[in-house]
Nanobody
């Protein structure tokens, strides 16, 4: 069972940037779609972005399109989320999740491999 491990969260001002990393532990992201989700206090977990194994298929939530960039380095079993032009409403715990081999991932119920989450706080 692959276990995603996130890092890179922290505090950033509005308009600032952060880069999150997600590393596969105890397995590999090979053949898996990897996605980022986030959950703000009092809100449901929501989809942010996904990237397929080949890296050629990427999808973003409308709320982050043009500001966030997802990428992956398969040799390092790592997926990144570059977050630019951060807004107050981007404040949340960000989770990395991996799909079942060969499958997509856009809904949280489609994965049973989740990281522990990393806090992102956007504040002046």
């Amino acid at each position: 069972q692959v276990q995603p491990v996130e890092s890179g969260g922290g505090l950033a001002p509005p308009g600032g940037s952060l880069r999150l990393s997600c590393v596969a532990s105890g397995g590999s992201f090979r053949s898996r779609t990897v996605a980022w989700f986030r959950q703000a206090p009092g809100k449901e977990r929501e989809f942010v972005a996904y990237i397929r194994w080949n890296g050629a298929t990427i999808h973003y939530a409308d709320s982050v399109k043009g500001r966030f960039t997802i990428s992956r380095t398969n040799a390092k079993n790592t997926v990144y989320l570059q977050m630019n032009s951060l807004k107050l409403e981007d404040t949340a715990v960000y989770y990395c999740a991996a799909s079942r081999p060969g499958m997509g991932l856009i809904h949280s119920y489609e994965s049973n491999s989740w990281g522990q989450g990393t806090q992102v706080t956007v504040s002046s």
